[in-house]
């Protein structure tokens, strides 16, 4: 009974420690010590065993299962170990790559300098209001006082759609169609993109914006555009700016300037940014010319109004410190990037 014993304990051991998957050790299971298992059958033997050879032999008995049953333990939990370390390692995650970056969008220059020029306009209590790109040439130069013949048209060469027709050169012609409309008083700004057949350089573009302001009412005088204007300045580049109007020519505004803001970059002592004269020109203005008013139907004895044209580009190029207008036009996103 021993020695049979002992062979099945051999046997038993020997296949568990050729097993390879987990469903070949509960074969094993099943073959010695399942309901028709080998040992089971020598506990069902017993009745063939002298009395009192029983004890010893039922000790025997437990004393194999035990062993049996602990190899199949411990192979088991080799098993496992060695699947869970198999698994660690083809589910390797190397933390140390980068991310992959979800690529934000920015705000264009031209967008930020334009919702600050908004702001402080809107702050004001001014509207802002836009008009069309492709305009007629009767909006575009003669509403606004420069007739077919006027060499200002010249300076403005464009893009014509038509003879009648043309791409906008300024943001002028929306004080036209505001004024047409005949709701009085006007308090408004119109951003907006402009056309002119310039050659593409580091300060010109075929194609770039404007934000025009009008502002008419009952007794509007010059002090008005001065001391607006000087505000806008100040809120834009910083409070310590001095503005500088200089006489100008615009058909359509009389008398007209140019204003000038003291260098923000030297204060006004002379850099390579304000080429050296402390005065960086940013707009143009004046008070709307009475044939203006009058050709929109306004009567200028009894309203008076002022009105104004910024370039964005410049106000972007300025605040940006940014030397090359062509940077702005070309959606590179390294350049976008910084701002
Ligand atoms: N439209 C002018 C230009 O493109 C700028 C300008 C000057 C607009 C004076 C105005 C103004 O409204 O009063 O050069």
């Not at 403005?156 to 012609?173: A, G, M």
Request: charged content about 30%; hydrophobic content about 35%.
């Amino acid at each position: 009974m021993n020695e049979k014993l002992q062979s099945i304990k051999e046997e038993a051991l020997k296949l568990i420690q050729a097993s390879d998957v987990p469903e070949k050790l509960n074969d094993v299971r099943v073959k010695y010590l399942g309901k028709k298992g080998e040992l089971t059958a020598v506990l069902k033997s017993m009745k063939d065993v002298a009395p009192q050879d029983r004890p010893k032999v039922g000790q025997m008995v437990n004393d194999v299962r035990a062993e049996i049953e602990a190899e199949l333990e411990t192979k088991k939990k080799e098993m496992e170990a060695a699947i869970r370390a198999e698994k660690l390692q083809k589910e390797v995650i190397d933390v140390t790559l980068p991310a992959k970056k979800n690529m934000v969008g920015h705000r264009h220059p031209n967008t930020i300098a334009l919702e600050e020029v908004e702001r402080i306009f809107i702050g004001m209590g001014y509207e802002v209001v836009e008009g069309p790109e492709i305009e007629y040439d009767e909006y575009n130069f003669t509403k606004l006082n420069i007739p077919q013949d006027h060499p200002a048209k010249d300076e403005q060469d464009t893009f014509y759609v038509t003879k009648d027709i043309v791409l906008r050169t300024q943001t002028s012609p929306v004080q036209a169609r505001v004024m047409e409309q005949g709701k009085l008083p006007i308090r408004m700004i119109a951003p907006g993109r402009v056309f002119r057949s310039d050659e593409v350089d580091a300060t010109h573009s075929p194609s770039f914006h404007q934000i025009e302001g009008l502002v008419i009412d009952k007794n509007i005088t010059f002090a008005d555009l001065k001391g607006t204007l000087e505000e806008f300045a100040k809120e834009l580049f910083g409070p310590e700016t001095k503005t500088k109007f200089r006489p100008h020519h615009f058909p359509f505004t009389e008398p007209s300037a140019e204003v000038d803001v003291s260098c923000f970059k030297c204060g006004g002592k002379g850099c390579r940014f304000c080429k050296g004269s402390g005065w960086i020109e940013i707009l143009g203005c004046g008070m709307v010319h009475p044939h203006v008013l009058e050709m929109c139907g306004i009567d200028p004895n009894e309203y008076t109004g002022f009105a104004f044209g910024v370039g964005l580009e410049r106000i972007a190029l300025l605040k940006y410190e940014i030397d090359d207008m062509r940077l702005l036009y070309e959606n590179d996103i390294r350049f976008l990037k910084q701002f």
